[in-house]
């Protein structure tokens, strides 16, 4: 199989899916591909790249990884998520993610979260909140955060917080860089 973790950096996902078949159809804990999707984003931020990193995961295999490439190509719509997405699609060969699971760094934004759906994912967990993105500088403004509130005051959507270890440190790790 592909080895997801070369693009962004060895990752232990990837290599552990890499080196045993069956540890790659294993089911995987969400708090385990969040910690991954955090880890991705502190490497990111160690890049002087924007704190954020998520993973398609289906059938327990992690088929496509992302990360933001914002300041890097200029680009306001290169978040870590729809990398994912477009990683996982390209990977698997298909337009159709539905039953797939998109584990976030942080909370995602409207762009991301409707990137998600029109690809049919089904489940969105994310680490970091939109509160701890925003006491870093990240916070959504305008028409972006109002149609966020819309969306999850609706509860139209899979959307779903899981507190995990550690989702702060890829903020930290960009507001240290930005010091020095
Ligand atoms: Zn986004």
Request: glycine share 8%; net charge neutral.
């Amino acid at each position: 199989m592909r080895v997801l973790g070369v693009r962004h950096g060895a990752t232990r996902v990837a290599d552990d899916a890499t080196v045993s078949g069956d540890m790659s159809r294993r089911s995987r804990d969400e708090r385990a591909l969040l910690r991954e999707a955090v880890r991705l984003a502190c490497e990111n931020a160690e890049r002087r790249e924007q704190p954020f990193g998520a993973l398609v995961v289906r059938d327990g295999r992690v088929v496509g990884t992302g990360v933001s490439t914002i300041l890097r190509d200029g680009d306001p719509m290169a978040h870590a998520e729809v990398a994912a997405v477009r990683d996982a699609c390209r990977s698997l060969g298909t337009l159709d993610l539905r039953g797939a699971m998109l584990a976030c760094s942080c909370e995602p934004c409207p762009m991301c979260h409707a990137a998600a759906v029109l690809a049919g994912i089904s489940r969105i967990v994310y680490a970091a909140t939109k509160d701890t993105a925003a006491r870093h500088g990240f916070a959504l403004s305008g028409v972006a955060a109002d149609m966020q509130s819309t969306w999850r005051a609706k509860r139209l959507d899979p959307v779903e917080h899981v507190p995990t270890e550690g989702a702060d440190e890829p903020f930290v790790r960009f507001d240290e860089r930005a010091r020095t």
